[in-house]
């Protein structure tokens, strides 16, 4: 399976203006995505929104052909573009996984960004606990009157 570079960049040169305008607006400076393109290296989460951004399916992106998936007592010859399908997969075992696979990748996208925020509170509550008695820079100190 190959990630195919034509097909993001055919969408990319007939819906956007630009090659850098399209890289921000999935987060990607233009220098990284230009060579995540060039070296096919593009990360899982960035493809995705790709994905979304285009509102095309996952193996739309990829280029290898599967004309069979094996199971322990039998060999199913389907239709399919790439492993990662949803519309071509005749077998039933093989969609049921592909919607699995899918729903379990969105869940831990949702589950890293709920652990990102868990940091950030705790990094923030640390930095708290350091400093237990320092005055924020408004806080200004009443003189004290001797007695």
Request: hydrophobic share 30%; net charge positive.
């Amino acid at each position: 399976m190959k990630l195919d570079i034509d097909k993001i960049e055919s969408l990319i040169n007939k819906h956007e203006k630009s090659r850098s305008d399209f890289a921000k607006k999935i987060g990607m400076t233009h220098t990284g995505f230009r060579d995540a393109l060039a070296k096919s290296t593009l990360k899982i989460d960035k493809l995705i929104s790709i994905a979304e951004h285009f509102q095309k399916p996952i193996d739309y992106f990829f280029t290898e052909t599967i004309n069979q998936v094996e199971d322990n007592s039998s060999t199913y010859n389907h239709k399919t573009t790439s492993p990662y399908t949803k519309t071509n997969c005749t077998n039933p075992k093989c969609s049921a996984l592909i919607n699995d696979l899918l729903f379990e990748n969105r869940n831990l996208f949702i589950e890293i960004g709920h652990l990102k925020d868990e940091k950030i509170r705790w990094l923030e509550q640390q930095k708290g606990a350091e400093f237990p008695g320092k005055k924020s820079v408004g806080d200004v100190e009443k003189p004290r009157t001797g007695t």
